[in-house]
């Protein structure tokens, strides 16, 4: 079967950004929450934006949560993106404390430090811990493009595939088996944004 | 280590991409989603796209130029997101939640509100809640009168309350949930004087938030200035950047030579 990217849509507002840079690499893609699409689809991604209460609200409210984590149970390759990563932790504490999606457990998502302006909006490199599938071919220190305040933290080392510095060192990519977060914008990170999305749909 | 970034500013007016000075003279430039595709060509750190058209259908007129023809903002950023490889924020006509879901919809990663903001700062809050801070950005323009800093609204309505100063205007953008403040002094506006130092400096050293600095760029010299003396995060700037080919790649590669933290000058 051909690949299908599946594109998780629960209003967060780069759902159209990612496609269009799914459908300029010329990746297949469509933009569902249709329990069928999901099935069919060789690879889910769920994007993001914005904080990360308000998106797991909607992320209730909008998604086939059972269905989509049983497909990642199932081996099939997952991608969040921003707060799309953030809510695979247990918890987020951005302007409350709020349960997430608990798929990598005893995580926490929380705020950047103080002493650095926030939020942490523009490029920033990404320091490679592990050889990772997701970074095949990318340089280390390569630049993408961040827009956030808050990240993953309390997460098992093993987990990290590159970090980013801004004021604290945190994850920029987590991998654990099938499921990978980026706290960066692949799809508005030009030529590095376009080799983690390849590399990413390459995936099995 | 996080880059500052270099941001061309797109001034849209019905359906063509303009030039502006002193807020009041437009020279129509060209076509205004070619030249996102050039900027994306040229790996720009980001985009700032603001429409300040008056009447909310476009046409050009032209069929001659093998551009396309667009209707309407939306349709305009439907295309503009296609081509566009980097962050892009739209600004121009913002006064309500659903004017910002429609933008975030049609690609825009960003909103810049201006006058909205003024009217009703709450507005800024109701909007860092529902989309978060981060793409929440206050664009404000101002005047300089001998010495002193006042807020200022293009077109007809003129001056906003000068009683109440534009740093404390600013704090309280920061304060109701702002993302990023652009911060566009109207006086330099198109006359290539170089950027407000004195006051970038103050403002970007008192405020937490990022500081997108704009109006007065005449050089790239100008921008190493302003990145060097002052905490700004960004240094944006029109015209600049519309008359010269590969000008982003151009700036960065000076600043970049100058030893300042941007990213390195690529093409796309």
């Known amino acids: 079967m051909n690949n299908q990217v599946c594109i998780l849509d629960y209003g967060s507002g780069n759902v159209t950004s990612v496609k269009n840079a799914l459908d300029r690499l010329e990746i297949p893609n469509i933009v569902s929450n249709d329990p069928l699409a999901i099935e069919r689809a060789t690879h889910l991604i769920l994007p993001g934006v914005g904080a990360f209460s308000s998106s797991m609200d909607k992320i209730e409210a909008l998604l086939p949560i059972e269905k989509i984590r049983n497909q990642i149970l199932k081996g099939k390759p997952f991608l969040g993106i921003c707060v799309g990563m953030q809510v695979l932790a247990e918890y987020g504490h951005e302007f409350q404390l709020r349960k997430g999606l608990n798929i990598i457990s005893s995580t926490n998502v929380t705020e950047l430090p103080k002493s650095v302006s926030l939020p942490h909006v523009g490029w920033n490199s990404i320091k490679i811990l592990q050889n990772h599938g997701i970074v095949r071919g990318l340089k280390d220190e390569a630049d993408f493009y961040f827009v956030h305040s808050y990240h993953v933290s309390d997460i098992d080392q093993n987990f990290v595939v590159a970090t980013c510095d801004y004021g604290v060192e945190f994850p920029g990519i987590i991998a654990k088996d099938n499921i990978i977060g980026v706290q960066f914008h692949p799809e508005k990170s030009q030529s590095n944004g376009d080799l983690i999305l390849r590399n990413y749909a390459g995936l099995h | ?268």
């Not at chain 2, 030249?35 to 001659?64: C, G, H, K």
């Not at chain 2, 970007?204 to 002052?230: C, D, F, N, Q, Y």
């Open chain 2, 1 to 268: 280590m996080k880059k500052k970034r270099v941001i061309p500013i797109l001034l849209h007016k019905e359906g063509w991409l303009v030039q502006s000075k002193n807020f009041n003279e437009y020279k129509k430039l060209g076509n205004a989603q070619m030249a996102v595709q050039r900027l994306s060509d040229w790996d720009s750190d980001e985009l700032i796209y603001l429409d300040i058209s008056v009447n909310p259908m476009f046409t050009t007129n032209r069929s001659d130029t093998a551009a396309p023809e667009y209707l309407n903002l939306m349709e305009l950023l439907n295309r503009v997101s296609k081509v566009a490889r980097m962050p892009v924020t739209i600004g121009g006509g913002i006064s309500s939640l659903q004017d910002i879901e429609n933008r975030l919809r049609a690609g825009a990663d960003k909103v810049s509100i201006n006058r909205a903001a003024f009217k009703d700062p709450i507005l800024v809050q109701k909007a860092a809640r529902e989309f978060g801070s981060q793409c929440i950005v206050v664009s404000v323009d101002y005047l300089e009168v001998d010495g002193l800093r006042f807020p200022y609204a293009s077109g007809e309505s003129g001056l906003f309350d000068s009683s109440v100063c534009l740093t404390d205007w600013l704090l309280k953008f920061q304060e109701v949930g702002a993302g990023e403040i652009l911060l566009n002094s109207a006086t330099r506006d198109g006359n290539k004087c170089g950027y407000d130092i004195e006051y970038l400096d103050e403002i970007s050293s008192l405020l937490t938030i990022p500081i997108i600095a704009s109006g007065g760029a005449g050089s790239w010299e100008h921008m190493a200035e302003v990145l060097s003396k002052t905490a700004v995060d960004a240094v944006a700037a029109a015209n600049i950047f519309h008359f010269q080919d590969q000008s982003v790649y151009l700036a960065r590669k000076h600043l970049f030579s100058k030893g300042l933290p941007v990213r390195p000058p690529s093409i796309g």
